[in-house]
């Protein structure tokens, strides 16, 4: 046997053993290491596919963000109301979301906006009313109101 093939039939028996070890910590539920192994090997692989999701999005919102600043005329309420849930988050997962010990967000948290107290906005003008329209019937100029039992008059179409 040559050099090489004992190189290559070592990075397959390694590669092979790496495996196995992947593969086995999951059913091995000892505490310890290796539980902990296993959940970080999963939170690796989970993260090949959270960690460029969560990146385009963050990019994406940052770049929407600054639109609506310019677009805003450099409103910053605004832009941030973009910026906080797609900036903010969880970045990577780790081995305590996968156990569930910590909560993952994919967004950030947006503050809820100040309740308004009904003393800062003075309350609506009240439109006067005319003593004529006191007496009549909604919906009719002054006329007296329509007798239910009787029918109604027909209305004859208007004269161009």
């Known amino acids: 046997m040559n050099r090489q093939s004992k190189w290559c039939r070592g990075r ?3 590669a092979g053993v790496l495996l196995a070890g992947v593969l086995s910590a999951d059913v091995a539920r000892a505490d310890g290491y290796a539980s902990d192994a296993g959940m970080g ?20 919102g940052g770049l929407t ?15 941030d109301r973009i910026w906080a849930p797609s ?3 969880n970045y990577l997962v780790t081995p305590a ?22 003393s800062s906005f ?19 100029l002054g006329e007296e109101p329509h007798d239910p039992s009787q029918p ?3 209305v ?5």
């Open 87 to 89: 900036l903010g988050g």
């Open 122 to 140: 003075p309350p609506p003008p009240r439109a006067p009313i005319a003593p004529s329209a006191e007496r009549t019937a909604p919906g009719t």
């Open 65 to 79: 963000g600054g639109v609506a600043y310019c677009l805003t005329g450099g409103n910053f309420e605004i832009a």
């Open 156 to 160: 004859s179409p208007p004269r161009y």
């Open 152 to 154: 109604p008059e027909p």
């Open 41 to 60: 090997t999963a939170s690796v692989l989970v993260n090949l596919l959270y960690v460029p999701a969560k990146l385009v999005y963050a990019g994406l």
């Open 97 to 118: 979301h996968l156990r569930n010990e910590q909560t993952l967000y994919f967004s950030g948290v947006v503050e809820p906006e100040p309740a308004r107290s009904s």
């Open 12 to 14: 397959r028996v390694a």
